[in-house]
């Protein structure tokens, strides 16, 4: 019981770092460019899963850290300013989250989920050393609204797990992510967006925003059966996202649980894996006693840094389990193995 309270605490406290150092950065480009510009004001909530207004602290906040890190070593005498500590604290939350940036300390859902599908392209790809494409299609937790930077979104989380995996490979993952999309308007662009890109896996993102919007999910499900039929047979390998566990979603209870159940349906009939991310994201609060804001942004819909770290992290795993730990240079095995959601 000790171990699991300790491992909850890191959790929790890593949970919390990635935030934290976000917020420290800011402040910090706050104090260095104090006299010369204001901060700019907050963004309001998105009504839907959108990121046309995505917070990004990453290149200006480096910038001033670099600045004023610069000028506190050519006056080492001086006393430090506000600025200064601000960088200090930031260094400090850095360097106690170590590798948070690469692996998180967080948890698959306890008991599995019922094999579905397979990867045989992504294997054969990786097999035989040819270059693999991945598209990450979806709205805006695709996208990517809630980090604090690009490189922490899940597409880009993905790709720099899946390379470290197999680093002799040319893996390419790319972002279709849209936000304020839900089927309807990703069937219009699946041509251009998806097929014509001729990727080895589809990892499809949907069902959030039908879900706000109160539309039928029997309709989004026969929608996203329809489009799932023509990426396979555009000779692709197929995910389903299924949506997130975050109070904006659970405020519509039988909407999101009829929505999860429809998808993993079509899962099952077109014989594809699905990531279960609803019951991913509830065991994160309900069994693991995170606290939601530990994952979820103030809009009460997005993931933060760590929310998103989590989620690519435990989808890449199982990617990877799912092509038998492929190396390069050896063979697929006859029998490729069934992608294993959880």
């Known amino acids: 019981m000790s171990l699991l309270r300790s491992h909850r605490a890191s959790c929790a406290t890593a949970a919390l770092a990635v935030p934290a150092l976000a917020s420290l950065l800011a402040l910090a480009a706050v104090q260095a460019h104090?006299?010369?510009?204001?901060?700019?004001?907050s963004q309001a909530a998105a009504p839907v899963e959108s990121a046309t207004t995505q917070r990004a602290t990453g290149a200006g906040s480096s910038a001033s850290v670099d600045q004023a890190g610069a000028a506190r070593e050519g006056s080492p005498t001086q006393p430090k300013s506000l600025t200064a500590t601000a960088i200090d604290k930031v260094r400090q939350v850095a360097k106690s989250a170590t590798g948070i940036f690469s692996r998180v300390p967080c948890l698959p859902p306890k008991g599995g989920v019922k094999p579905v599908g397979t990867l045989p392209h992504v294997a054969a790809k990786l097999a035989s050393g040819k270059p693999v494409v991945i598209v990450a299609f979806g709205s805006s937790s695709t996208q990517g609204y809630g980090t604090s930077s690009p490189e922490f979104t899940y597409p880009n989380?993905?790709?720099?797990?899946?390379?470290?995996?197999y680093?002799?490979?040319d893996i390419t993952v790319i972002n279709a992510g849209r936000g304020g999309e839900d089927a309807p308007e990703?069937?219009?662009?699946?041509?251009?967006?998806?097929?014509?890109?001729?990727?080895?896996?589809?990892?499809w993102q949907v069902g959030t925003n039908a879900v706000l919007r109160n539309l039928d999910p029997d309709e989004i499900a026969k929608m996203v059966e329809?489009?799932?039929?023509?990426?396979?047979?555009a000779g692709s390998d197929v995910v389903l996202v299924d949506p997130q566990y975050s109070p904006r979603v659970t405020e519509h209870p039988e909407s999101a649980s009829k929505m999860v159940r429809l998808?993993?349906?079509?899962?099952?009939?077109?014989?594809?894996?699905?990531?279960?991310?609803?019951e991913v994201m509830r065991e994160w609060h309900e069994e693991q006693a995170l606290p939601i804001t530990s994952f979820v942004i103030a809009d009460g819909l997005h993931m933060n840094d760590w929310g998103y770290a989590c989620f690519a992290q435990l989808l890449g795993d199982d990617i990877i389990r799912s092509v038998g730990q492929i190396k390069l240079g050896v063979n697929v095995p006859s029998a490729v193995r069934t992608y294993r959601p959880m």
């Not at 989380?157 to 995996?165: E, K, P």
């Not at 990703?186 to 998806?194: G, T």
Request: aromatic share 4%; net charge positive.
């Open 157 to 165: 989380r993905l790709a720099a797990q899946l390379r470290r995996q």
């Open 186 to 203: 990703m069937i219009k662009r699946l041509q251009s967006s998806v097929i014509d890109v001729h990727p080895d896996l589809v990892i």
């Open 263 to 278: 998808l993993g349906r079509v899962a099952a009939l077109r014989h594809i894996g699905i990531f279960p991310r609803f």
């Open 167 to 169: 680093p002799a490979a």
């Open 226 to 233: 329809d489009g799932v039929a023509r990426i396979q047979a």
């Open 34 to 41: 104090a006299g010369s510009a204001q901060a700019a004001p």
